[in-house]
């Protein structure tokens, strides 16, 4: 028979001691001291109290020493608390996230601090469908399934980092269903501005806003686009031409052109939310609508417009700062700069303030910036008659999207004439 290894028993004047603490006579005085696993001693200050010190050994023990998280790290060296290994997992993210534009980095950062907020503290190997559920539960119920789909996604491309470090056996954000819209749901249409509103808000609007009022009506665009466009993003002829459709080709305008007809150059739009489609880059032609906008942005500087001298502020769409020497954020280039969220948050502002569309209780349902879009696309395809143009110009790559921005706008269908005979 063989006998077990056992530990020493402890000395009577420690029994009563958590695990580790100990007691001995330092220079006459009774000194306590803790022994970690490794064998070294720490001593506790003379003045601590017996009670303080024995607690404080007893939490260190339950996270330190012989706890769940040890003992399952022994056994699995890869079943470790979230936390630990977040940072790695985030700078892995952060790579493969290189190139997204900043609302979509600013959306996925928000996720990750709710996901570390809400898995922080649980093994990795015991994450289970349950608690994926519970964290949907937590912050997004209610969603629609479009943002509940998101998040799901987001899950999935966390969980996959973790499976791929062996942190994870299995992905169980995998096993989420992603919803899909019923077939029978009714088709929600948003609230659309209509031109009305939009004129009675030019009259009230600051020259930034209304440079980009105009400019999003003019190109089709969204904010996104818009708020970056520059000066050198406009390539000017060298004379005002006229477009010529059955050759395709810009001739010279003479005194018997039309105003409306007449072609100043071209202004180069990138779509940032589907750049990598062959649809995203677009070139504009300026019309005198669209060059009485910049002129008006240049003279908003207290500069005189020039086709070859670029304005000592580069973008199209800016504000003039009373403190404009104060230090900026990097993401800008110009103290004069804006920011889309900004430009978006100002005209709701503008728009309340008019007493516009009030009738409408919450104000998330209120035609916003993105509706000069949606009435710009409606208005170019009315005029122009030509619906494949107008998805060009917007950028479109697919028709039904460019269908759907024009919906909305005509309370009632306009047919034509027609008589029956019995």
Request: charged residues 30%; aromatic residues 10%.
């Amino acid at each position: 028979m063989v006998a077990k290894e056992v530990g020493r028993r402890r000395k009577t004047k420690n029994a009563d001691l958590p695990l580790g603490l100990y007691s001995r006579k330092v220079r006459g005085k009774l000194r306590y001291f803790y022994r970690n696993a490794a064998g070294k001693d720490t001593y506790f200050p003379e003045h601590y109290p017996l009670s303080a010190i024995k607690q404080s050994v007893v939490e260190f023990n339950e996270i330190n020493r012989n706890s769940d998280e040890r003992i399952k790290s022994r056994a699995d060296k890869y079943n470790v608390r979230v936390h630990t290994i977040w940072p790695e997992i985030k700078r892995n993210l952060d790579e493969e996230n290189e190139g997204l534009r900043q609302n979509s980095l600013a959306t996925f950062e928000n996720d990750s601090k709710r996901f570390i907020e809400f898995f922080g503290n649980h093994f990795t190997k015991e994450i289970t469908l349950e608690d994926v559920n519970e964290y949907l539960s937590e912050y997004h119920a209610g969603a629609s399934f479009n943002v509940r789909n998101r998040k799901i996604n987001f899950l999935k491309k966390v969980f996959a980092e973790f499976t791929d470090m062996s942190y994870m056996s299995r992905n169980y954000a995998n096993d989420k269903k992603i919803k899909k819209k019923s077939k029978n749901a009714a088709s929600k249409t948003p609230v659309r501005i209509s031109k009305y509103a939009l004129m009675m808000m030019l009259d009230q609007a600051e020259p930034f806003m209304k440079t980009a009022i105009m400019l999003s009506l003019q190109t089709c665009h969204a904010v996104n686009e818009i708020v970056g466009l520059k000066y050198s993003d406009c390539h000017y002829f060298d004379k005002p031409k006229i477009y010529c459709a059955d050759t395709d080709k810009y001739s010279d305008a003479d005194d018997t052109t039309s105003p409306d007809l007449i072609i100043h150059g071209m202004i180069w739009i990138s779509r940032e939310k589907n750049k990598h489609c062959a649809a995203s880059n677009v070139e504009i032609p300026i019309t005198n609508a669209m060059m009485e906008t910049i002129r008006a942005s240049v003279e908003d500087l207290d500069e005189t417009f020039s086709k070859d001298i670029e304005p000592s502020c580069p973008f199209i769409i800016h504000r003039k700062k009373r403190y404009h020497n104060v230090n900026y954020s990097d993401e800008f280039e110009h103290p004069w700069q804006l920011k889309s969220d900004y430009l978006s948050k100002q005209f709701s502002k503008l728009r309340d303030s008019l007493d516009i569309y009030l009738d409408i209780e919450d104000r998330k349902q209120r035609p916003g910036f993105h509706e000069i879009r949606s009435l710009a696309i409606y208005l170019h395809d009315k005029q122009a008659k030509d619906e494949k143009a107008t998805m060009t110009r917007a950028a479109h790559s697919d028709m039904k999207m460019t269908q759907r921005y024009k919906e909305g706008h005509e309370k009632y269908k306009r047919v034509p004439p027609s008589t029956v005979t019995l």
